[in-house]
Every structure is written in C-alpha cells, then in structure tokens.
C-alpha cells in the first residue's frame, strides 16, 4: 500500500522569505501523481500544484515549485517570495496514475501547518 | 463555475444519533468522493462514486455509515448509530471523471465539522 509522510507538522516563514514543505512517500508503482494541497482555516481544499512521476521536470506555479526526486521518493514544495495568504495547512497527497475506477483516490499525508509572519 | 457545496456545515449530535450529510458535487463532474479528515491527520477516503455507481467503498465503515448518489448528480452521507469517534470533518470532492489521470483534478468542499458528544 501506498503511504505519504510529511515529518513537519508545523513550520514558520517570514513574509516575502522562502520556505520549503517536505514530503516523502512509499510506492511500488513506477508511474504516478503527487500534489500539493492547501487548506486554509475555512477547510476548502485547493490544488496547488501537481507533479507527474514520468516527467523530470519540475514543476512550477508563479511562487510555488516542488523539487520531485523520483529515486529518493521525495516531494518537497518550495514557496518563494510568502506571503500572509500562503498561511494554511499544507498536504502532500498521492494518486496512481493507472486509469479509472478505485485508483483515482489521493493519500495524504498528515499535513504542515504553515504560519507566515509578517 | 460554481465550487462543490456541502451541508451543514457544522452539526453537533450525541452519540448513537444519527446524521446525514449533503454534497451537490460541481455540474458535469461524474466522480464523487467522501473523505473523512480526523483532526491531525489527512483526509482518508471512504467512498467514491463513478455516476451513481460505488467504485471503491473498502474504507467504509459499513456497520454504521452508509452513502447514495441518487441520479449521479447529489450525494448524501449518513452516519447510524454515531460514536464518539467519528468527530472529524467529512469532506466531498469532485472530479470530471472522464479525462486522462494527469487532468482529473478532484475539487473539494468547505466541509462539514461533525461532533459527537
């Protein structure tokens, strides 16, 4: 079975610094998807970023960029330039990436909270 | 667009009660989940819906928690009898359904605080 760990519950960044969320997992599929979820004080889930496993690139949103080491099993998130918005609950989440049905569920880890003083 | 709505959104019952909650998923999403988020943890799935077919309920306490998407589009989650543990937030997502794996963002809810006391 596949498992998310995220082994910060709790991190602090100053406004307009960078932060970096860390996150590993266990898999034995080789092909996959990993996200970057942010859960504000109001509870509404909303995808920040996604990573396919087959692709070694990157990937980037504006001020959110992840660091995908595919051999290692490690997803880390890396928030430039944070802002007071940026200020929630963080979770690593997993999904399989084979087609339909039961495999569509995401994984989650146990979450980061995240505090942005000013 | 409007997003996933869900209610209530807090509720308060005594255990052994019953409850129910309520999710109207966003319009043309095929794909229906109910996650359950324990304070602390992540959310944990316990149902999804493909229309208004189960695809995966493994994680469904099935004694006592039961699910139903009339018509593929609705959802109603209900919990009979309830226990102390079952305090948490049930949230409700949605997704296409029918796009490729790397597009088929789920959406989430605000979701519902459920106490029982």
Known sequence: AQTVTQSQPEMSVQEAETVTLSCTYDTSESDYYLFWYKQPPSRQMILVIRQEAYKQQNATENRFSVNFQKAAKSFSLKISDSQLGDAAMYFCAYRSARRGGATNKLIFGTGTLLAVQP | ?117
Request: charged share 20%; net charge positive.
């Open chain 2, 1 to 117: 667009e409007a997003g996933v709505a869900q209610s209530p959104r807090y509720k308060i019952i005594e255990k052994r009660q019953s409850v129910a909650f309520w999710c109207n998923p966003i319009s043309g999403h095929a794909t229906l989940y109910w996650y359950q988020q324990i304070l602390g943890q992540g959310p944990k799935l316990l149902i999804q819906f493909q229309n208004n077919g189960v695809v995966d309920d493994s994680q469904l306490p099935k004694d006592r928690f039961s699910a139903e998407r009339l018509k593929g589009v609705d959802s109603t989650l209900k919990i009979q009898p309830a226990k102390l543990e079952d305090s948490a937030v049930y949230l409700c997502a949605s997704s296409p359904g029918h796009l490729a794996p790397s597009t088929d963002t789920q959406y989430f809810g605000p979701g519902t605080r459920l106490t029982v006391l």
